[in-house]
């Protein structure tokens, strides 16, 4: 006996987030995945963490950074061999290494860096004048594409092979 065919099933329609423009902004920023909760997209949204280069110095966040800002001083760029280096700052008691200790520093009076004894990267900035918050190098977040700076500091300091034109503020 012959049968209809059935039509190819299509697509089904998203339960909501098209038929409203305003509720579609406010429920996703990705039409194809509505949400139910706002999509926040490229931020350092808790939890997150770092390694060093051979994976022993890891550690995890479970608090949104107090601030994210690149930094051109002398002693940065001496500490990390590189032009400009760039920062995240996490409140004491909401990180914590989970890999290796890492070894210590004392770079200058009161500042204490934090690197890998193994690989030798560097994990971990704290100045005793900067009190309760440990700042920790982008570069070495899991994904460093989702760090978000804000500002310069030390752009007085900045090397002239260093042009960066993002519109951030400087100081
Ligand atoms: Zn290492
Ligand atoms: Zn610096």
């Known amino acids: 006996m012959l049968r209809a065919r059935s039509p190819p099933v299509k697509h089904s329609p998203p339960a909501y987030g098209y038929a409203s423009g305003l509720v579609h902004n406010i429920l996703s920023l990705d039409p194809a995945h509505p949400t139910a ?6 931020s350092l949204v808790p939890p997150f963490g770092g390694h060093c280069l051979c994976g022993a110095v890891r550690y995890a966040c479970d608090a949104i950074p ?3 800002v690149h930094c051109h001083c002398q002693s940065c760029r001496r500490a990390t061999s590189s032009g400009f280096t760039s920062f995240l700052a996490v409140a004491d008691g ?6 290796a200790a890492p070894a210590v520093f004392n770079s200058s009076p009161g500042v204490w860096r934090s ?3 193994t690989c030798g990267s560097q994990m971990a900035y704290r100045a005793d004048e900067i009190p309760g918050e440990l700042h920790f190098y982008a570069a070495s977040l899991d994904d460093p594409a989702l760090f978000q700076p804000t500002r310069h500091d030390f752009a007085d300091e900045a090397l002239p092979w260093v042009h960066l034109a993002d519109g951030l503020p400087r100081r």
């Open 37 to 42: 909760h706002p999509v926040v997209m490229n």
């Open 66 to 68: 107090l601030w994210q």
């Open 94 to 99: 909401h990180w914590r290494w989970t890999g």
């Open 115 to 117: 690197f890998c004894a």
